[in-house]
């Protein structure tokens, strides 16, 4: 999942250019949040990257909990501590679902998942457009 999760941080990135229209710097509004405008001059954001972030973290924190409990599967006792990595990791995971689900479903979300402008081209000539963004977050939402 967090490798799923990087191609959206990365064309966040790619698409942040500082922007004196769009940031606000005293709230750190991106324009990426902002989805290209199309809230016009309100300082509503969907705050998509948050979530990016989050659960890019979270899912390859929980990877490295499992590649460690492979690990110990030689010496059973060890299997104790990510045991109880996977135990802690539920809450985090919950509010990563019930985020990612809100900030996808809520008004300014479905404002935004409609959007068509394309903000970047990447290789082969594929458009990235927020509405594209929107589905690949709803796909990873549900996976």
């Not at 064309?11 to 989805?35: F, W």
């Not at 309100?42 to 989050?54: A, G, L, M, N």
């Not at 110990?72 to 104790?80: E, I, K, N, Q």
């Not at 300014?108 to 903000?119: E, T």
Request: charge should be negative.
């Amino acid at each position: 999942m967090s490798l799923l999760d990087a191609p959206l941080i990365m064309r966040r990135h790619k698409y942040y250019t500082p922007d004196p229209d769009y940031d606000d710097i005293t709230t750190g509004a991106k324009s990426y949040d902002k989805c290209g405008g199309a809230f016009g001059e309100d300082e509503e954001t969907t705050k998509w990257s948050q979530i990016y972030r989050y659960n890019y973290i979270l899912y390859l924190i929980i990877m490295c909990v499992n590649i460690l409990a492979c690990m110990c599967v030689p010496c059973a006792p060890a299997l104790a501590c990510p045991g109880c990595c996977f135990v802690f990791s539920g809450i985090p995971t919950l509010t990563a679902i019930i985020l990612t689900g809100y900030r996808l479903k809520n008004e300014k979300g479905d404002l935004c998942a409609q959007n068509q402008i394309v903000y970047a081209t990447g290789e082969e000539g594929v458009e990235f457009t927020f509405a594209s963004d929107a589905e690949t977050m709803r796909k990873l939402w549900i996976a």
